[in-house]
């Protein structure tokens, strides 16, 4: 088979997570593509924590619909997943020995009891390894990868000695003769070889992806708070920016952060934050500030659920409205959204180029099921990326420095301190072409005039977003973000039924790109705009600015869709 | 810190734009203090940045020829701490008002303080909101009746900037008056040439908004700290800070000591994980190999 759906379920705490990441780091390795899907409690122990791993022989789009295996390692975890047991998956389970209390008999589904916690407590006497007695298991019976999740586990358990190594081994071991001894394979899943090793690959999370993206972008400065589901980001580029002699610094919160940058971007640096919603609304003074001042930065909003607090680790796009509206006055921002882990990569070095080119804020959407999953993917090479640095004032004799000098693109050289000639004040007041400050109509007009010209060329800086589909379409879709790859394979899916789908995959949400959009639109009956948050805010922005009276369809159960549903939706509307 | 190649006059110091302070105002006077001790330091023009908030006090960075960075209300702080990080031999001197300081952006203060961040920070302060014509601020004296307390002031207790500084971490805490441009002039200097995070508060009254903590009040109640005081030790500075004689207000360095500062950590930091601008970005992509 090519394609293959397997989900953990179990108490956070277990070694859920720790356990997918090294099936899913073997199967890369063994030339299978993988993405994973991880969705933990906002505690730290106990709780339902669940880890998914598509594997699949070709190009994965998205997590996928459902499962075709489940593994339950408690009860909690089985009964939050007893209605997708539909018949033709397969339930593999801790029985007995767990508190699963009896066996299981679901109509059309495979199910093997495996007494997971009882193999690992009572025959190995280490509790901790019933992760890896499911892992072995799952390997052996699905064919995923056997011998190159051997090798991982001793590549990664070498380093604490080999009797670590021997421990890990035999409780995957003591998993596979389980079901050995007590079972004949029933099920139709078997995942196999890839066809064609490919070496060139890479296995990243989306929030280290934005970290890679910015350490290939020049970034070497990055200021931090912590703060779910972003702090990846942080943690990674703790460890790599200081190796390029970068700086990064954790602050006091939200609003040290970004004033840490802006400062470090006057300074001269390629500065960026990550943050979550809660520390985006903190940051809105101050990307007003950037805006006024003319100063680049990159600001990367992974994502959560809210408003307040809300639902720190489950998915939702709900941060669109206040990246492209927040804030007070009008000052123009630049909003990316990522649509898989390769995009975090690129639209990371997109970002800092814009920021950079246009001297404006530019924000970066990601959401937390984007950040935290794990994919395969084309390992990228820095010498491909174009990276764009700002205009520099260079000083000649008798010149007066005009740090807002108007100019036709609305981008003025910018002077870095430290050059002779070049000082100035750089200012959230509004101000003359000097930076002195002015609040004559006159000015106001043509600075406000000024900063917003850049947004017109940057809607053709970005590439144009891409059609999936041709032709005349009864629906064409539009989405962003994360959304974007379940859309690809929902339109794949609806083309293969026959249906007359098309799709518009833009990664500049703000500004839009009308011109490409209201040419999709006009090859199409129907727009249909999917998006996981309840006041359909991309549909809102796109009929505001374009007139397009899109159907929205707005998700907000704290999870991405499924390409099922959106296919649905599709052969609803059409 | 560097030395320009020709010495400046204070007066060199100064831009063409004229301040928009109160005839009067004490900030003129530290506005002077800044540019003697600015040119007596020799400081270069260009790496210079003069960073502030909002008020009255923070427009300080457009009278002068420096590079500057008027950021938002009680934003001056981690601004700075940008500016100073991103390029070390900036010399960078935070201004601002006690409400920017102290209330909005009090809570940058403790930690810029704790980190020693290698900055210094000038309070210009007048116990008032005078941008916003006479509000009560956390320097304000208690029960003071002024635009929102026409009752006085239900605060129970006004914040000592000189504790505040010393508890959290300065490495150099002195307090200076407007109305005595040489003395706050040399306290700059000194601030300036200090290593890590110093913070000097000046008294600067707002002759518009403040009836009560006026300039004829300070002229008279100034006194210079002790000559027997050690301003090594912790402990006496802060019964220094908290306990003046009556109707007296100190002034002088109440506390200095030596402390590694941020930009020092961070360098070994850097040097502890290998530090190479040219670094093999390759070699960071491979680490994510399967």
Same mark, same amino acid.
């Given at each position: 088979m090519s394609d293959l759906i397997i989900r953990i379920g179990g108490e956070?705490?277990?070694?859920?997570?720790?356990?997918? !990441?090294?099936?899913?780091?073997?199967? $890369?390795?063994?030339?299978?593509?993988?993405?994973?899907?991880?969705?933990?409690?906002?505690?730290?122990?106990?709780?339902?924590?669940?880890?998914?791993?598509?594997?699949?022989?070709?190009?994965?789009?998205?997590?996928?619909?459902?499962?075709? &295996?489940?593994? +339950?390692?408690?009860? *909690?975890?089985?009964?939050?997943?007893?209605?997708?047991?539909?018949?033709?998956?397969?339930?593999?389970?801790?029985?007995?020995?767990?508190?699963? *209390?009896?066996?299981? =008999?679901?109509?059309?589904?495979?199910?093997?009891?495996?007494?997971?916690?009882?193999?690992?407590?009572?025959? @190995?006497?280490?509790?901790?390894?019933?992760?890896?007695?499911?892992?072995?298991?799952?390997?052996?019976?699905? !064919?995923?990868?056997?011998?190159?999740?051997?090798?991982?586990?001793?590549?990664?358990?070498?380093?604490?000695?080999?009797?670590?190594?021997?421990?890990?081994?035999?409780?995957?071991?003591?998993?596979?003769?389980?079901?050995?001894?007590?079972?004949?394979?029933?099920?139709?899943?078997?995942?196999? =070889?890839?066809?064609?090793?490919?070496?060139?690959?890479?296995?990243?999370?989306?929030?280290?992806? &934005?970290?890679?993206? +910015?350490?290939? +972008?020049?970034?070497?400065?990055?200021?931090?708070?912590?703060?779910?589901?972003?702090?990846?980001?942080?943690?990674?580029?703790?460890?790599?920016?200081?190796?390029?002699?970068?700086?990064?610094?954790?602050?006091?919160? *939200?609003?040290?952060?970004?004033?840490? &940058? @802006?400062?470090?971007?006057?300074?001269?640096?390629?500065?960026?934050?990550?943050?979550?919603?809660?520390?985006?609304?903190?940051?809105?003074? @101050?990307?007003?500030?950037?805006?006024? $001042?003319?100063?680049?930065?990159?600001? &990367?909003?992974?994502?959560?659920?809210?408003?307040?607090?809300?639902?720190?680790?489950? =998915?939702?796009?709900?941060?669109?409205f206040m990246a492209v509206h927040g804030g007070h006055g009008d000052a123009p921002r630049v909003v990316l959204s990522a649509e898989n882990v390769a995009d975090a990569v690129d639209l990371t070095v997109t970002a800092f180029n814009i920021a950079e080119k246009f001297q404006l804020p530019v924000l970066l959407l990601t959401d937390g099921s984007l950040g935290f999953r794990t994919e395969s993917i084309k390992r990228p090479d820095p010498k491909k990326y174009t990276i764009v640095n700002r205009d520099r004032y260079a000083p000649a004799n008798g010149d007066k420095y005009l740090r807002y000098q108007l100019a036709k693109s609305g981008v003025s050289p910018m002077s870095i301190p430290g050059e002779v000639g070049g000082a100035y004040i750089s200012t959230g007041l509004e101000h003359g072409e000097s930076s002195a400050p002015s609040f004559t109509p006159e000015d106001h007009v043509r600075m406000s005039d000024k900063r917003f010209k850049k947004l017109e060329s940057i809607v053709d800086f970005v590439p144009p977003p891409e059609v999936q589909g041709d032709g005349p379409a009864d629906v064409g879709v539009i989405s962003w973000g994360s959304t974007l790859g379940t859309v690809r394979e929902a339109v794949d899916m609806a083309r293969a039924e026959g249906l007359k789908v098309k799709a518009l995959h833009p990664k500049l949400v703000w500004p839009l790109q009308e011109k490409q959009i209201k040419a999709f639109a006009a090859t199409c009956k129907k727009i249909l705009i999917p998006e996981v948050n309840k006041q359909g805010q991309f549909a809102e922005i796109l009929r505001g600015k374009t007139g397009i009276d899109a159907i929205s369809y707005p998700i907000y159960g704290g999870g991405p869709f499924t390409p099922k549903q959106i296919l649905e939706k599709i052969r609803e509307v059409i | 810190m560097t030395a320009t190649a020709e010495a400046l006059k204070p007066k060199d110091y100064k831009s063409d734009i004229r301040p928009v302070w109160c005839p009067g105002c004490g900030d003129y006077g530290v506005l002077n203090g800044v540019q003697s001790a600015f040119a007596a330091l020799k400081l270069d023009l260009y790496n210079t940045v003069c960073v502030s908030g909002i008020g009255c006090s923070s427009r300080l960075p457009y009278f002068l020829k420096t590079y500057g960075f008027h950021s938002l209300h009680g934003r001056s702080l981690p601004c700075a701490t940008g500016i100073k990080l991103a390029n070390p031999s900036l010399e960078v001197v935070v201004f601002g008002g006690d409400g920017d300081l102290f209330s909005i952006g009090g809570g940058h203060f403790p930690h810029v303080a704790r980190k020693n961040t290698d900055l210094t920070c000038i309070m210009m302060d007048n116990h008032i909101y005078g941008l916003t014509k006479g509000q009560v601020s956390p320097t304000s004296n208690t029960g003071m009746v002024a635009a929102t307390t026409p009752f006085g002031s239900p605060d129970p207790a006004s914040v000592n900037p000189l504790a505040y500084a010393l508890t959290y971490g300065a490495t150099f805490v002195a307090q200076a008056f407007s109305g005595n441009p040489k003395q706050l002039a040399e306290i700059i200097q000194q601030a300036i040439t200090h290593k890590g995070f110093s913070y000097v508060n000046v008294i600067s009254p707002c002759l518009t908004f403040n009836k009560v903590d006026t300039f004829d009040f300070y002229k008279d109640a100034f006194v210079e700290l002790p000559a027997d005081h050690d301003n090594s030790k912790l402990v006496p500075a802060l019964d220094k800070a908290m306990n003046p004689p009556a109707g007296k207000v100190y002034s002088g360095i109440f506390f200095k000591t030596q402390r590694p500062t941020l930009l020092e950590n961070l360098g070994k930091l850097k040097q502890r994980a290998g530090a190479n601008k040219n670094r093999d970005l390759n070699k960071v992509i491979d680490e994510f190999k399967p």
């Open positions: 956070g705490g277990e070694g859920i997570i720790s356990a997918g !990441d090294m099936v899913a780091q073997a199967a $890369a390795r063994a030339g299978l593509k993988v993405l994973t899907f991880k969705s933990f409690p906002a505690e730290i122990r106990g709780g339902y924590a669940m880890y998914q791993i598509r594997f699949s022989k070709d190009e994965i789009k998205s997590e996928g619909t459902g499962f075709n &295996v489940f593994c +339950a390692f408690n009860k *909690e975890a089985l009964d939050k997943n007893r209605s997708q047991l539909i018949p033709g998956t397969v339930l593999v389970y801790d029985y007995p020995g767990g508190d699963i *209390e009896e066996e299981v =008999h679901i109509e059309g589904v495979t199910c093997y009891a495996i007494p997971m916690s009882k193999i690992a407590k009572k025959d @190995l006497d280490m509790y901790r390894a019933k992760n890896m007695v499911a892992l072995g298991l799952l390997s052996y019976v699905f !064919d995923i990868a056997l011998d190159s999740l051997k090798d991982t586990i001793r590549e990664k358990f070498g380093k604490k000695g080999q009797a670590v190594v021997d421990t890990n081994m035999k409780a995957i071991e003591a998993g596979i003769a389980y079901f050995k001894e007590n079972y004949k394979k029933t099920d139709p899943f078997t995942m196999g =070889h890839a066809d064609k090793v490919d070496k060139d690959i890479i296995i990243i999370s989306g929030n280290e992806a &934005v970290g890679l993206g +910015a350490l290939i +972008a020049g970034c070497n400065f990055l200021s931090c708070y912590p703060i779910t589901p972003a702090t990846e980001v942080a943690i990674y580029l703790s460890q790599e920016l200081p190796k390029v002699d970068g700086t990064l610094v954790q602050a006091e919160d *939200e609003i040290a952060s970004l004033a840490n &940058v @802006l400062g470090a971007s006057y300074a001269g640096a390629k500065a960026m934050t990550s943050t979550s919603g809660p520390g985006l609304s903190l940051m809105q003074e @101050l990307l007003g500030l950037a805006s006024m $001042a003319e100063l680049p930065c990159v600001v &990367v909003n992974v994502q959560r659920g809210g408003p307040s607090t809300g639902l720190p680790t489950k =998915h939702e796009q709900s941060d669109l | -």
